[in-house]
């Protein structure tokens, strides 16, 4: 290269230099702070209030942008909800911060402790739960309506009842079918064996001003809906059909999480909640004449 060309180059540069920030080493990640721990903890501690709408609250809705769009904010809130035995079903604007209790955590509300505290009987307990199941798989009871975020559930006191008095039914039908219509053995399946306590139980009792017995059928289907309305995961709408109430995004987010049970795969299993190709919500029983349901029960079939 001549010296005449060398010179023009000198006085030139380099066309494209390079900058500073171009061959700097990259910034180092922000460092979490304590402002940051104590805001995660913060939508850790609105996530743990079922009742709480992130559209109601702007500080809720504040955080859940942070969690949104700030990955490190997220793995922080992630990990406060790990420490504190939460798994995280979901963070969006419609369900805020869903979280569930594991097994372990301090925040678990155990059926089991539920039903002590609603009875002490055992048979009752048993109902308990059972009614929490009912409720459940006539909320959402077809895998498309849990799958859809936009579906929501409608259930009525009265007409839970008589969903599961159509699956004592069932139950009973397939005992006596099988030629064993006495008492189950103790290994029998949850349902099986239980399905006597509830069809032997009234659905209403009798008082002097006609209010429904707690340890009816009904005023156990109503304690349970009541405790999931407490707990942000049913809404009250009327009083129609001994209460009529309506699903939540958490309790979507809650069912999705316990479908897979083997209670639930016992109830859907009778074929009162189709699961296979979703074409009805509920079958009519064969002879509608021989099931005493509860008045105004609103059952919705659904072709």
Not at 11 to 37: E, I, N, Q, S
Not at 56 to 76: T, V
Not at 242 to 266: F, I, K, P
Not at 274 to 292: H, K, N, Q, R
Request: hydrophobic share 40%; charged share 25%.
């Amino acid at each position: 290269m001549s010296e005449q060309h060398a010179e023009h180059t000198d006085a030139w540069g380099d066309p494209y230099p390079a900058r500073a920030a171009d061959t700097a080493p990259p910034a180092a990640p922000a460092a979490v702070t304590p402002a940051d721990a104590a805001d995660a903890a913060r939508l850790v501690s609105f996530g743990l209030q079922p009742k709480l709408l992130p559209a109601r609250d702007a500080e809720y809705a504040e955080l859940l942008r942070r969690y949104r769009e700030e990955p490190a904010f997220a793995r922080l809130a992630d990990a406060v909800a790990t420490g504190l035995g939460l798994i995280v079903l979901e963070v969006s604007t419609r369900a805020g911060m869903a979280v569930t209790a594991g097994e372990d955590s301090v925040f678990a509300v155990r059926m089991g402790d539920y039903a002590r505290r609603a009875s002490s009987d055992a048979a009752d307990r048993f109902l308990h739960g059972l009614a929490h199941l009912a409720v459940a798989a006539m909320a959402f009871p077809r895998p498309e309506d849990l799958a859809d975020d936009a579906y929501i559930g409608r259930i009525t006191v009265n007409g839970v009842d008589a969903f599961v008095r159509h699956a004592c039914n069932r139950l009973e039908e397939r005992a006596e079918e099988q030629g064993d219509n006495t008492d189950p053995a103790t290994d029998a399946p949850g349902l099986e064996s239980g399905w006597r306590i509830y069809a032997r139980r009234s659905a209403t009792g009798a008082t002097k001003d006609a209010r429904r017995l707690a340890g009816s059928t009904t005023g156990i289907i109503g304690k349970a809906v009541a405790f999931l309305t407490e707990s942000g995961f049913l809404q009250r709408t009327g009083d129609d059909a001994g209460g009529t109430y309506r699903t939540t995004a958490r309790y979507q987010l809650q069912v999705r999480d316990m479908a897979g049970s083997a209670a639930m795969a016992e109830l859907l299993e009778l074929g009162v909640v189709p699961v296979t190709d979703g074409s009805a919500t509920l079958l009519p029983p064969p002879d509608p004449d021989s099931l005493e349901l509860a008045a105004d029960a609103g059952l919705p079939f659904h072709s």
